[in-house]
């Protein structure tokens, strides 16, 4: 493919997106393909002579969209959103077009220099403390990683190094696996299961929290694992807060876990991943709250801030804790500015060597929507959840799990596990959307999550009655047209 086919395969790729996003609700939002449907369809062996655009194209419709799940449906309300906005699409095609790995300064100054620039606005956008924006001659900045999971690795590991040094420059005689048979971290019972991943990964064990009635970590069950683990030798080392879990978006009292992590010199890391990008409204900033306490924060803009896949953005206030853990120096990476103190070299601060010019889509995003308009998209989301949340407490069949803080509601029939069970199966199986459960105090729970750039309330409003169908039915299969008293534990009430 020259530049001139390129040219036009190009408009007609953008026209393919553009017709897909545009009639993407009239496509079944959940594939029924059943698992190994895809190898049938394809050679064994890769094309020993090259293939047209217009057969690639034909496949794309015949094999891949039949088992494409269509995330951005406005009939997709499982999981947490994606973010996907066309300013970013454009970005992301001028990144593969640059095609630089970013790996250090030299290597592609402008990479660099707009990452760093770009997570110092965004950090602005967020209220960050000054301590964690690099500015001119900060101490600390932010960085792109791939995912909230590598973050909290990467926060963990360097965590470890640094309580390792310190307890080596007390005590020498001190060995590394005497330290690391030691080491605990601590996260809420509701936090992701990412954060257990990082401390099998980091080799220490990892805690849970109890939580409240409201599903956060407080002060009080925090402090007692602490004391319990101390009189018994461990050395407590790393806190993970979460604010929005993944189960139901509850928050973890910063305002009572920073003052103990700064007191005990516990290294505190805030993951947000999904609420994060509200935190740019002012009427939700106050969930943010006691991040001064934090020596690191995380969220993903590519959940809720109309910036694809992939880009999650990690500040540090002492950016020497991350290169400090991570900095390897081979010559053939060495060049003349990195000792300078004018530059940073991100590949001191991530696991991977290489990486994408990602902020080009944070760059096209704020610019093209600019403050305001990501501010209008959040405000709307949580109005959606609201408005899906009034409709499930008109119908006395139904119960509400949770507080409905964000753009996630947290609801059941009022009856046993199974009876929720065989409620979402049914939804599911009849492919008009789609959602996926949780476990809240071992109850069987369904969420409903405002997911797609695209969705308006009469798209929930169309999904609740489905739910509501589907509710009828299964009542009527199982005999339990008259459900008993909720067993959830006490229904939060409307705000």
């Excluded at 420059?169 to 257990?196: F, G, N, R």
């Excluded at 876990?257 to 993951?271: F, N």
Aim: glycine share 8%.
């Amino acid at each position: 493919m020259n530049a001139s086919e390129f040219r036009r395969r190009g408009k007609e790729m953008v026209d393919y997106v553009a017709d897909y996003l545009e009639g993407i609700e009239g496509r079944q939002v959940f594939p029924d393909v059943d698992p190994g449907y895809l190898r049938p369809l394809i050679p064994t062996t890769a094309p020993q002579e090259p293939e047209t655009f217009e057969a690639i194209i034909e496949d794309v419709e015949k094999i891949i969209m039949p088992g494409v799940t269509h995330w951005h449906s406005p009939y997709f309300f499982a999981y947490f959103p994606t973010a996907s906005s066309y300013p970013a699409m454009l970005a992301d095609m001028l990144c593969g077009a640059i095609g630089c790995i970013g790996f250090s300064w030299a290597a592609s100054p402008a990479c660099t220099e707009l990452e760093t620039v770009m997570m110092d606005w965004l950090g602005k956008m967020l209220q960050l403390p000054e301590a964690f924006l690099a500015g001119e001659a900060g101490e600390g900045g932010g960085v792109i990683q791939g995912t909230a999971s590598e973050a909290t690795l990467v926060a963990l590991l360097a965590a470890r190094t640094k309580v390792t040094r310190r307890l080596q420059a007390a005590s020498p005689e001190l060995t590394q696996a005497a330290i690391m048979e030691k080491l605990v971290a601590y996260a809420s019972d509701q936090a992701h299961s990412s954060v257990e991943k990082a401390g099998l990964i980091g080799g220490v064990r990892l805690k849970a929290i109890p939580s409240d009635g409201k599903f956060a970590m407080r002060a009080s069950a925090l402090q007692e694992a602490l004391e319990r683990d101390k009189a018994a030798g461990l050395i407590p080392f790393f806190v993970v807060a979460t604010l929005g879990t993944t189960s139901c978006c509850s928050f973890d009292n910063l305002l009572e876990v920073g003052p103990i992590c700064h007191k005990e010199g516990l290294w505190l890391h805030v993951d947000a991943a999904y609420a994060g990008s509200a935190f740019i409204c002012p009427e939700f900033r106050h969930l943010l709250n006691g991040v001064e306490f934090a020596d690191s924060f995380n969220f993903n803009p590519h959940k809720w801030l109309l910036v694809n896949f992939d880009c999650s953005a990690m500040w540090v206030k002492k950016r020497t804790d991350l290169t400090g853990a991570f900095r390897l120096d081979p010559v053939y990476l060495r060049h003349s500015h990195q000792d300078s103190g004018l530059i940073t070299d991100y590949r001191h601060w991530q696991l991977p060597l290489g990486r994408r010019f990602r902020s080009l889509k944070m760059w096209f995003v704020f610019r093209m929507y600019g403050v305001k308009g990501l501010q209008a998209y959040i405000r709307k989301h949580v109005q959606l959840s609201h408005a899906f949340e009034a409709l499930v407490r008109q119908d006395t069949r139904f119960e509400i799990c949770a507080e409905v803080i964000l753009g996630l509601v947290c609801f059941r029939l009022k009856g046993s596990n199974k009876l929720n069970e065989a409620l979402l199966e049914s939804i599911n199986s009849a492919k008009k959307i789609h959602l996926v459960p949780c476990s809240l105090r071992d109850q069987f729970v369904l969420r409903f999550a405002i997911c797609s750039r695209t969705v308006e309330l009469a798209h929930v409003q169309l999904a609740w009655e489905h739910i509501q169908e589907m509710a009828a039915t299964v009542l009527r299969a199982q005999g339990e047209e008259k459900a008993g008293k909720p067993p959830c534990g006490a229904e939060f009430p409307p705000p």
